[in-house]
């Protein structure tokens, strides 16, 4: 009998300015696993920026996957009771995502595909992208790091003295960070050096 493939979410929330970095995680990500089902938050799916046209990016994440991106909260709840997810990834995770996520809120596609998700007692894999890393969203790093089934994407300061408080995971990272949490182990380091500037 063989084995059934991964299955793999792949979150984007409104971290624009990590688009590229998470989306080159996409295409490793869709190099290792055949099944991968693009998530993208209701703001990451209609916010034009000058990093790049929401449209774009989802045409671009369904081309990558080949799966029509999950949008809403309706298409979101499924992922629980069907158990469609072997692994789920949030990459950028929002400062606001991490605090809905610390305080059990699901108002949100991504916040609903992880609580879904959870349900089963499988990994959730969290790529933080905050520039308030070091301040407001500590706690929540903090609180969501002790938590069963919760794992980290390793992150740094990405710019510690023009932006002491920021912090940005490795999106290179991502793929080793689903293997991990896949034999339920979190990637070490969690916490990087800084990048030089």
Known sequence: MSELPIRVGFAF???YCTFSAAFSALEQVCQNY????????????????RFGNASTFLTRAEQLTG???????REAEPIGPQKLL??????????NTLAKLAAGMTDSSVTMAAKAHLRNGRPL????????????????I????????????PFRQDDPWKKPASLVSDMTLVPDAIRMALEGKQLQP?????LKC
């Open 13 to 15: 929330c409104g971290s």
């Open 34 to 49: 055949s099944y991968v089902q693009p998530i993208f938050s209701e703001r990451a799916a209609v916010t034009d920026t």
């Open 67 to 73: 799966r029509r991106p999950i949008l809403t909260i």
């Open 86 to 95: 072997d692994v789920l990834v949030i990459a950028p995770c929002t400062g």
């Open 125 to 140: 894999v969290i790529a933080p992208s905050t520039n308030d890393g070091l301040t407001a969203s500590l706690a929540n």
């Open 142 to 153: 903090g609180a969501l790091s002790t938590r069963k089934h919760i794992y980290f994407v």
């Open 190 to 194: 969690m916490v990087m050096a800084p």
